[in-house]
């Protein structure tokens, strides 16, 4: 069965570059999450789309902004990037009250 | 504020033996609640969940029991493996009343390890 494909699985960034990950959801389900996990911290949630639409808004930093395309695909951009954004950043996505699946993660490293 | 605590960092359990993994929560308006189980650098692996109109849920070696007057849910696994050894996250979800979508905070994690 199709899982939640994130892009890319690592990345190299310096600080103050930008960067984009992007999250292909399973088909069909309408709804798209964005988390941060830091190193021996749980999973902290950024932010969330129904049928293309912020739904929800955590704790994003305002360098961060996301957005969710006509094909479901969502991409979370980042800017003015800081060491304390190497985390691993997970999307997921869901079907109405269904559990959410989690993509296998973006590892970002700022250098 | 961490709405969902799991109180325990970790856990060893002998091989066979049952594994017990505790997680509380705070906000009244959760109504399901799911375990997932994660490896490291992988992204969380959905394992079980359950409504709160229930108090016990079963999938093969893997129980979820809910006590809401407690705001506790625990997820019982018998017989324990070595393949087990694993982060576990509980999570709790509940319906934003503004979009109609739903909100899934999870907690801390319980690194579980089951020793051969």
């Known amino acids: 069965a199709a899982g939640v494909i994130q892009s890319p699985r690592h990345l190299i960034k310096e600080k103050r570059e930008t960067a984009t990950l992007k999250c292909y959801p399973i088909?069909?389900?309408?709804?798209v999450y964005w988390y941060q996990q830091g190193p021996g911290q749980d999973p902290q949630f950024l932010i969330s789309?129904?049928?293309?639409?912020?739904?929800d808004k955590g704790s994003i930093p305002d360098r961060f902004s996301a957005q969710q395309f006509s094909d479901y695909h969502s991409e979370l951009n980042m800017s003015s990037l800081e060491l304390g954004d190497s985390a691993l950043y997970f999307c997921?996505?869901?079907?109405?009250?269904?559990?959410?699946?989690f993509g296998q993660g973006t590892r970002l490293t700022v250098v | 504020d961490q709405q969902v605590k799991q109180n325990s960092p970790s856990l060893s359990v002998q091989e066979g033996r049952i594994s017990i993994l505790n997680c509380d929560y705070t906000?009244?308006?959760?109504?399901?609640f799911l375990w997932y189980k994660k490896y490291p650098a992988e992204g969380p692996t959905f394992l079980i969940s359950i409504s709160s109109i229930k108090d016990k849920n079963e999938d093969g070696r893997f129980t979820v029991f809910l006590n809401k007057s407690a705001k506790h849910l625990s997820l019982h696994i018998v017989p324990s493996q070595p393949g087990d050894s694993a982060v576990y996250f509980c999570?709790?979800?509940?319906?934003?009343?503004?979009?109609?979508?739903?909100?899934?905070?999870f907690g801390t994690g319980t690194r579980l390890k089951v020793l051969a």
């Open positions: 906000n009244s308006m959760f109504d399901y």
């Open positions: 999570a709790a979800s509940a319906r934003l009343e503004t979009t109609g979508t739903y909100k899934y905070i």
């Open positions: 088909p069909r389900h309408d709804t």
């Open positions: 997921a996505s869901s079907l109405g009250r269904g559990a959410a699946f």
């Open positions: 789309f129904y049928e293309k639409m912020q739904s």
